[in-house]
């Protein structure tokens, strides 16, 4: 189950950028009743802060970890590290939480939820960059 490092990215593309419509998705969803100039703002301040203080920096890292790979050939789960598919667990799991047992308003889901998603989403977009432009540094063959 090994593919070439390049397409880990790729991978790590689909991967994000699917959960990050998932949750673009909710929010946009529950955003209905909810529509604020104060909300929007709230919205696109979420995602600065999402997309500057973690998600920018994540894929900076995990490419640059993709790309230093010795071996050609990795296993696909190699997108991420173990601490990233930790952290991505729990925040699966908080948020279905959150959801099913309504421990947050509706309000806080919009507006949570769609700046969230939003920063996910360029991450996918992100990380399709760099499958596009990556950089080979392997030697030929």
Same mark, same amino acid.
């Given at each position: ?6 397409n ?6 689909i ?6 419509f998932?949750?673009l ?5 529950? $955003? ?5 100039v104060?909300?929007f703002?709230?919205? @696109?301040?979420?995602f600065l802060?999402f997309? =500057? +203080? /973690?998600?920018?920096?994540?894929t900076?890292k995990h ?5 230093n $790979?010795?071996?050609?050939?990795q296993?696909f789960?190699?997108?991420?590290? @173990?601490?990233s598919?930790?952290?991505?667990? =729990? +925040? /699966?799991?908080?948020?279905i ?6 421990l947050?308003?509706?309000r806080?889901?919009a507006?949570?939820y ?5 920063? @996910?989403?360029?991450?996918?977009i992100?990380f ?5 432009f990556f ?7």
């Amino acid at each position: 189950m090994k593919i070439k490092k390049r397409n880990l990215l790729l991978l790590a593309a689909i991967v994000w950028m699917i959960a990050g419509f998932n949750i673009l998705r909710i929010g946009i969803e529950t $955003y209905a009743a909810y529509k604020s100039v104060i909300n929007f703002i709230l919205s @696109l301040l979420v995602f600065l802060f999402f997309w =500057f +203080m /973690i998600f920018y920096k994540l894929t900076v890292k995990h490419t640059d970890r993709i790309q230093n $790979y010795q071996e050609e050939r990795q296993f696909f789960l190699n997108f991420f590290d @173990l601490k990233s598919f930790l952290i991505m667990a =729990f +925040m /699966i799991t908080f948020g279905i939480t959150i959801r099913t047992f309504h421990l947050l308003p509706d309000r806080f889901i919009a507006v949570f939820y769609t700046g969230l998603g939003a920063a @996910l989403f360029l991450a996918g977009i992100t990380f399709g960059r760099n499958y596009i432009f990556f950089k080979k540094t392997e030697t030929a063959n």
